[in-house]
């Protein structure tokens, strides 16, 4: 089965990635790593639809980690998460990057949100896979969110704090967490990665 392969920094954030793909079926189609060294490791074992790695992870020269990814696995897309200047973001897509999924504060849920965005980057036989995953409640066919719960799921989708969600509808950070425990119960959902994915898959962001 192909792979979402995330680059991480350290074993907590890949146990973090690893409950999170078996909390949304995709235990053996998404794999961590710690470091670019290994991840050049295992692109060279296996064909992997998406690859997301954090910015820093990148560095010194994240343009020229992009070529190398393309250069070595010409069909796997390449995703950069963090903290991006505009300029920075520009020169890797311009180097072949799918694009980079904006996480300011660079904590775990940023990493889980980010992580459920590549999935849906991922290729169509690895979306029909997330397809045959039973929902754990009713399906999202007929399930009503209001426009302010969408509001938040769409801020979370975008990797936004939920102190930036709240400055976004001018509403409190406490307000924001009531919308979501609400937006999280309508879809089933764990945590914000898995509300993301369900998201994506159903149609309500894109």
Known sequence: MRTVLVCVKTPQA????????????L?????S???????????????????????????????KFVKTVR????????????AADPRTAAMVVAAGARGVIRTP???SDDLLVALA???????P????????????????????????????LRGMSEGKSNAEIGRDLFVSEDTVKTHARRMFRKLGARDRAHAVAE?????LVC
Do not use: H, W
């Open 33 to 63: 790593v710690e470091g670019s060294p290994e991840l050049f490791i295992e692109l060279g074992r296996r064909q992997v639809d998406v690859v997301l790695v954090d910015v820093g992870l990148a560095a010194p020269d994240p343009v």
């Open 117 to 123: 965005q590549a999935i849906m980057f991922a290729s």
């Open 71 to 82: 250069a070595r696995s010409p069909r796997t897309g390449v995703l950069l998460s963090g």
């Open 14 to 25: 890949g146990q973090k990635i690893s409950a999170c793909a078996t909390r949304m079926g």
């Open 199 to 203: 998201a994506f898959r159903s149609g």
């Open 105 to 107: 504060s660079n904590n």
């Open 125 to 152: 036989s690895l979306q029909r896979v997330t397809e045959t995953v039973p929902r754990q409640r009713s399906t999202l066919q007929g399930m009503k969110l209001t426009e302010r719960e969408l509001q938040v």
């Open 27 to 31: 235990a053996q189609a998404v794999k």
